[in-house]
């Protein structure tokens, strides 16, 4: 094919000749921003996981506590190995647990666990997140 004088060879390959290789660029942009929505999906399932966890532990160790049977730190002690079996022990770093009145003067058992925000990558919240589990207490039911 000769070349036509006064006309660019490109403008003889068609029309559409001008996007050839877009979509490869197009296919990068949105992949990178397709992987960035996912990787935030991610990191709130993962951290929805460690708070639920650790509010389940919480319950369980305030129970654990609220027996009337129960020694004294049996709730942060049950709290401390539920946390680190099903976790890992750097989440049962900070467990507390104390004996609570409420307004209507109801005993309860609180455990408090502070824990850190779990982090994937450099992309996330940081900081801690603190939940509580609470339980009646058995002692004060009178015992027939």
């Given at each position: 094919?000769?070349?036509?004088?006064?006309r660019r060879w490109t403008a003889l390959a068609g029309p559409?000749?001008?996007?050839?290789?877009?979509?490869v660029a197009e296919f990068v942009m949105v992949a990178g921003l397709l992987l960035l929505i996912a990787v935030g999906v991610f990191q709130l399932g993962l951290t929805l996981h460690v708070r639920n966890t650790l509010?389940?532990?919480a319950a369980e160790g305030a129970r654990a506590g609220a027996r009337a049977d129960a020694p004294e730190g049996q709730a942060t002690a049950r709290t401390v190995a539920l946390i680190t079996d099903g976790l890992s022990?750097?989440?049962a770093a900070q467990v507390t647990s104390h004996r609570v009145t409420t307004a209507d003067g109801v005993r309860v058992v609180e455990v408090t666990?502070?824990?850190p925000t779990p982090i994937i990558g450099l992309l996330g919240p940081s900081?801690?997140?603190t939940v509580t589990g609470r339980a009646f207490d058995e002692r004060q039911v009178a015992t027939p």
């Open positions: 094919m000769a070349a036509i004088p006064g559409g000749s001008r996007e050839r290789g877009s979509a509010v389940a532990c022990s750097a989440y666990v502070t824990a900081g801690t997140m």
